[in-house]
């Protein structure tokens, strides 16, 4: 009798749950987020990433040797390169002048532009990730994401090569 009433209970159970409520989406809280907007900033976030990058280097000397990858072509990427460096040697790692290091800090940035929609204006963001790599296997990874006004977004944009003139000659044999 127990265990039909144990079984009896299993079920009802069981069938209730099937029979609830399908989950409900739930809107996201007010979040900050943080903008970029100056040099300033970006020497804070070179900052970040070189703390967290020494803390990931250890307390070892031979293993506080780091080489820095320049990584895009953009006057963000030039800034925030020698920020990064100044920071990183501030923080007590050795920084390698070449490739040739255990350690490999590598860094990218991506841009997300959202179009305006409803009473949303258009706006642009910015992703930064920095990945360190030993002996070529990734050991940190971190990845920020920053708000960037519109009339600064030139500055995360690959700077353009001036096209030279194309200048056709004729050859006339005599």
């Known amino acids: 009798m127990k265990r039909l009433a144990l079984s009896w209970m299993v079920f009802v159970v069981l069938w209730g749950t099937g029979c ?12 900050f987020q943080s903008q970029l ?8 976030l070179a900052n970040d990433v070189a703390v967290e990058t020494a803390k990931l280097l250890g307390e070892r000397t ?12 953009t ?35 991506v841009l997300v532009e959202h179009k305006a929609s409803g009473s949303r ?9 920095s990945t360190l790599y030993k002996n070529s296997f990734i050991i940190g990874r971190l990845s ?5 006004q519109d009339p600064d977004t030139w500055h995360y944009y690959a700077k353009k090569v001036p096209v030279q003139p194309v200048k056709t000659y004729t050859m006339k044999a005599e």
């Not at 399908?22 to 979040?31: D, G, I, K, N, S």
């Not at 920020?83 to 800090?105: D, Y």
């Open 121 to 129: 204006p258009a706006h642009v963001e910015v992703i930064l990730t």
């Open 75 to 109: 006057k963000f990427g030039e800034a925030f390169y020698e920020l990064l460096l100044t920071r990183l040697v501030q923080n007590k790692a050795a920084v390698a002048n070449g490739p040739n290091a255990a350690n490999v800090l590598k860094y990218e940035t």
């Open 20 to 31: 609830s409520y399908a989950p409900v989406e739930l809107p996201y809280f007010l979040q």
């Open 144 to 148: 920020r994401v920053y708000y960037i």
């Open 37 to 44: 907007q100056a040099a300033r900033h970006w020497d804070e």
């Open 62 to 73: 031979e293993d506080r040797i780091v080489s820095v990858a320049k990584m895009d072509d």
